[in-house]
């Protein structure tokens, strides 16, 4: 059985706003990548991006600087 971690997952109201953070991580040089989303969170449209918990911080700036609309911010194990 895989060993769970603590991650940081974000889920979002359109696949569009998914796929944008995914580029802006990729600009901005935060680690993760798109999923689907845990049955435990509600997702619009079923997509979440999970990294590392170390990149809270990260995230909470780039999205207080962005355009980017999520659905919501979770730390949880995966």
Not at 1 to 16: D, N, P, Q, S, Y
Not at 50 to 59: E, Q, V, W
């Amino acid at each position: 059985m895989r060993e769970k971690h603590l991650c940081v997952v974000v889920t979002f109201h359109t696949t569009a706003e998914a796929m944008a953070t995914e580029l802006a991580c990729k600009e901005h040089h935060i680690t993760g990548k798109l999923i689907s989303a845990p049955r435990a969170l509600s997702a619009d449209c079923g997509i979440a991006w999970c990294g590392s918990i170390d990149t809270r911080a990260d995230l909470d700036r780039m999205f207080g600087t962005s355009k980017i609309e999520i659905a919501g911010i979770y730390e949880m194990e995966l």
